[in-house]
């Protein structure tokens, strides 16, 4: 008896957590009904018509569906939780239900300190004539898998006065902006925000960027892809792509001013300005941080820094910028390490001004400028360069009269052999297919600072730092395989699948080394001859499909 009370007790507490399910339907239902039956029994059960008014009924732990159609009228704008810990929810997502604000109110409003247990998932928003979503007053929600879209007066989704509101999976596009936010603490996780005139607004707040993607913002002056201001400011794995500027000198896809910026393994490209601005402009604060990105084909500067505190730059690809690669000006500790700075076309790839920087085991090579068009020291800066390939070495290094350069141990000049930096096309102009991995044979690889023996980050390619010996020099870390002769796609073992890799690499070598940058051709040298030709035909078949013991007999 006892057992069975306790269990009876139990199902008891599992069903109050799991909570009740009322259902709303705007063609089938009726306001006077309990709605916890989809469809009317008859009597009083059946759905709700009306959105506000299950939430009027519904209490903490309870989920509210909301089935397809387009939801008009008072009580389906303005939706308010009140408070409570419940989930509301679309019945088969947002392309299925809508909400229509019909130009009077918003969609979503959240002020009374709802928490990360209120849940908003699954609807599209429309002719909101404020803020379509509208969270302040400490209200975290999470809104997720929405769509807000077409509101050119508004930010699809406004977050102050202490919010701390979470959003998950949500495409805002073609509004005034994607999410504006103020003195609140907001993560964004996994959103896409394309076509507004400004992705990202923040002020005095702490944001949280991960797996988004905010791409063709703009145009207008200052930040378009993101704005902030005293904000501390964290951006992982993001796409910015094809933000346009328009010509102003401070602005850019991501700009940050005061505060602090961490910017990694994300990719910031295509930015369009008619003059001036830059990829990432970085003023006053505490610092910024790139790690494992790529900034590539931006028609401007790729990353200025200016009167920060500490700038930190580390296994990061700056390439084919038309204005320049980085500009750190008036930074008592810049650190560059492990990054590669090519194809970038401006006097110089790196400029340092009224700064005292260290580089450390990083490629300056091939970019567009006259002589000393690697590196610059200008107003005072002060360098110290080590275990770096620099093309032309310290003689192409434009050192101004009251700097000083320290030519560290360690440098080398030497072509780090670069995969295909025209790309397939032999175009370098278009920069999506050119490649700036070295070569398997490269002087670069574990030539880097020989003091580093772990580094707890990734390359440009995800993958870990120091896999030989030491590490690499410039943002490409060769993987370290074992070598075994006819393993043409480099996966550490021979067989079939080796077979597509050798015909390329036997008539289309451009394209083998396109598609296995970090195999060495050679690999399928079976003869011996120091090349790769007809004649090892013969040798790699019997190799692949005898094995080793009955070639070599």
Known sequence: MRVAGVLALLCGVCSAVAGNRYYVDGTNGNDAWDGLCDVWDGGTCGPKATIQMALFVATDGDEVVVADGTYTGPWNKNVDPGGLEVTLRSANGPVNCTIDCEDD?????????????????????????????????????????????????????????????????????????????????????????????????????????????????????????????????????????????????????????????????????????????????????????????????????????????????????????????????????????????????????????????????????????????????????????????????WAWIDVAIGCTLVWGDGNIVTDPGYVDPDGLDDDPNTWEDNNYHVSPDSACIDNGNPDVFGVDELDIDGEPRVMGGRVDIGADEVTARPFVHGDMNCDGVRGFADINPFVDALIYPDDYVAMFPDCDPLNGDIDGNGSIGFGDINPFVSLILLGASAFSS
Request: charged residues 15%.
């Open 105 to 393: 109110g918003r969609g979503f409003h959240f002020r009374t300190a709802e928490g990360p247990a209120t849940i908003v998932d699954g609807f599209t928003v429309i002719r909101a004539s404020q803020e379509p979503v509208y969270c302040y007053n400490g209200a975290g929600p999470v809104i997720r898998n929405c769509v807000i879209t077409g509101h050119t007066d508004s930010a699809a989704i406004q977050c102050h006065d202490g919010s701390a509101a979470t959003v998950e999976a949500c495409t805002l596009t073609d509004n005034s902006c994607g999410v504006s936010v103020g003195e609140s603490n907001v993560t964004l996780i996994g959103c896409t925000i394309l076509r507004n005139v400004m992705g990202i607004s923040a002020s005095d707040s702490t944001l949280t960027i991960s797996d988004c993607e905010i791409s063709e913002n703009g145009p207008r002056t200052y930040g378009v892809g993101l704005s902030s201001w005293s904000c501390d400011v964290t951006i992982d794995n993001c796409e910015f792509r094809g933000n346009v500027l328009l010509g102003n000198n401070d602005n850019a896809t991501i700009r940050c001013v005061r505060g602090s910026l961490s910017l990694q393994n994300s990719s910031v490209s295509e930015t369009v300005t008619p003059a001036g601005g830059f990829a990432v402009y970085k003023w006053m604060g505490e610092s910024i941080t790139v790690s494992g990105c790529s900034l590539s084909g931006n028609s401007c500067l790729a990353i200025y820094s200016n009167d920060v505190d500490s700038t930190t730059i580390r296994s990061t690809l700056i390439a084919d910028n038309s204005q320049g690669g980085i500009h750190i000006h008036k930074c008592p500790a810049a650190v560059l390490s492990y990054c590669t700075l090519a194809g970038n076309n401006a006097e110089q790839a790196l400029r340092l001004s009224t700064t005292t920087a260290t580089v450390d085991s990083c490629l300056s090579w091939g970019n567009t400028g006259a002589l000393g068009s690697e590196i610059q020291l200008a107003e005072g800066a002060d360098a110290s360069i080590t275990c770096s390939n620099i093309r032309g070495g």
